[in-house]
């Protein structure tokens, strides 16, 4: 199995991305396909597996050479049995069994993870965790999802649910949150969070604010156009920044005494706001946590960007 | 290894609980000697190993019927060596080599594992965890403690420091902690915490009320107390405990969504409030807890008393 390739496929509602590896870890080809989410998703499986032959073939591959396929895909998962119970964004209101399909294929066996988690192993295999035993992962993008890895294995729970810290209630009085709960992580640290919470301080903000300005002319605003005029020192950005900061680190310090993991890797779309993010959830974070905590569980920010997906699915096929 | 016999150890700062069991976790014998702390705690260990000693030849047993001993203590254990660096309710300023002192002295194999989460693997294998192979345990007792079970095997994190719960900041504004932080969970479940909870609410407390008439009286009251007047409809003693089940369900509630264990276990002498605890703080996990999770991660009271400690101290034996 060392000589073995592995296949690596990011299933997302836009794009499919896809990425043949070699069991140490290396990227040998990556290529992506747009995913067709017409005629009920219907056409998303068999595009797959065209895709997959159609390079092996270019490449003058076999399947024997690959110890398998890795999949992450959005939607419920039942990884055991390699089904997506329903994927909205995908147009699958009924269960794909994708494993089965892709099987049949392509001649390789197949596994089947959500989409946070595969990114949480590819941060834990290649990215900023290093590769250690324990890894919590949360990403920050349109909702916050997040993986736990514990002694290398992603952690499922009893309904599959593990991992679910978006979901987190971080104020009981907080926002309420597209789940019909008040107060989850989601509801600000999300990117949409983010604007939510910029458009609620600005009706109370009285003082002078680009970011005050462009929300009362109507402009429409995104996480990182918060973020960057937080940089500039902008006192209203600011204010939600060190708002939003403040909860996440709080929520991560319920992580950290849970598990104690050597990492917590920030990722998704909001943390490409970078160490200036970084360096306020660490405040945060440094007051709400344990002491006993502080110096064994490291925040870090994710270091693969879009690659985490395709990387860790990939990495399914090591996992015993 | 079916057919030999395991001996759990749960050693306390007042008493120590000896058990021998067979692999299937019935007790065969049980006794208790007193923890003799004084001359710095040096007798601890030697007392142990006279005691085995002394039954097993009480017993007419021979050492190879013993697939080996397990030992809970507290402290600050390191499993991995089998010592424990201090533990300050056994006088214990120094390193104890508890494993290598005691497998000479019994010549059987000894495994050594931190008193909360040696509870923890008792009650998720012979009491309310089922089996199952993912339960979170949280002791309510002069502290909080906890203990994360996943795939059966104890969660230590990288700093050994997973499950500390009790520190979890459940209240960025609340009580100030023997930790030196704000708002531990600890500082409103612990009995000591429930105590304190209803000292405070007492001072601006200005009904009718038989806690209130005890605390203006100067009187000494448990949290055991607490509970029995509020079982019986004092208003004071109501606002507490529902105050004190409302963040513990929260605290619970984010282990839920990091891990969605199949049981969250609820002991330690706290937990003898029994359902009326139970259903104060299952109202409250409901409320905050993501709906997905809800039936999939169920609280439920421990159910072994003080006999989780050498249960699961002899369980330590199986875990490969």
Redesign the interface.
């Known amino acids: 199995m060392e000589n073995q390739k592995l296949i690596g496929i990011d299933l997302g509602g836009t794009t499919t991305k896809f990425a043949i590896m070699t069991a140490q870890g290396e990227i040998q080809q990556r290529w992506s396909i747009q995913t067709d989410i017409l005629n009920n998703g219907n056409n998303i499986i068999p595009n797959i597996i065209d895709s997959i032959n159609h390079h092996l073939q270019m490449y003058q591959m076999q399947p024997e050479q690959f110890a398998g396929i890795g999949i992450g895909t959005p939607g419920s998962v039942d990884y055991q049995a390699g089904t997506v119970d329903s994927a909205f964004n995908l147009n699958w209101d009924r269960p794909m069994t994708i494993k089965q399909q892709i099987e049949a294929g392509t001649k390789m066996s197949v596994k089947v993870e959500n989409d946070a988690n595969v990114a949480a192993l590819g941060e834990r295999w290649q990215g900023a965790g290093n590769n250690?035993?324990?890894v919590?992962f949360v990403t920050l993008g349109t909702g916050v999802g997040?993986g736990?890895i514990?002694?290398g294995?992603i952690?499922?729970?009893?309904?599959?649910?593990?991992?679910?810290?978006g979901?987190?209630?971080i104020d009981?009085n907080g926002y309420t949150c597209t789940?019909?709960?008040k107060g989850?992580l989601e509801t600000v640290a999300s990117a949409t969070g983010v604007v939510r919470v910029a458009r609620d301080y600005a009706q109370e903000y009285a003082g002078n604010s680009q970011l005050k300005a462009n929300l009362d002319n109507g402009d429409d605003i995104t996480s990182k156009d918060v973020f960057d005029l937080a940089k500039q020192n902008d006192p209203l950005a600011l204010l939600v920044i060190e708002y939003v900061c403040k909860q996440l680190g709080?929520?991560l310090?319920?992580?950290a005494?849970?598990?104690?993991?050597?990492y917590i890797v920030i990722g998704g779309g909001v943390s490409n706001a970078g160490d200036f993010l970084l360096s306020h959830v660490q405040q945060s974070y440094e007051?709400?946590?344990?002491?006993?905590?502080k110096?064994?569980?490291t925040l870090k920010l994710a270091t693969l960007g879009n690659e985490a997906g395709v990387i860790g699915a990939a990495s399914l096929i090591l996992d015993k």
């Open positions: 250690a035993a324990d919590a997040g736990i514990v002694d294995h952690v499922h729970g009893n309904g599959g649910s593990a991992g679910e810290i979901h987190m209630t009981p789940c019909g709960k989850c709080l929520a310090s319920t992580v005494v849970t598990l104690n993991p050597e007051q709400y946590v344990f002491t006993a905590i110096n064994t569980t």
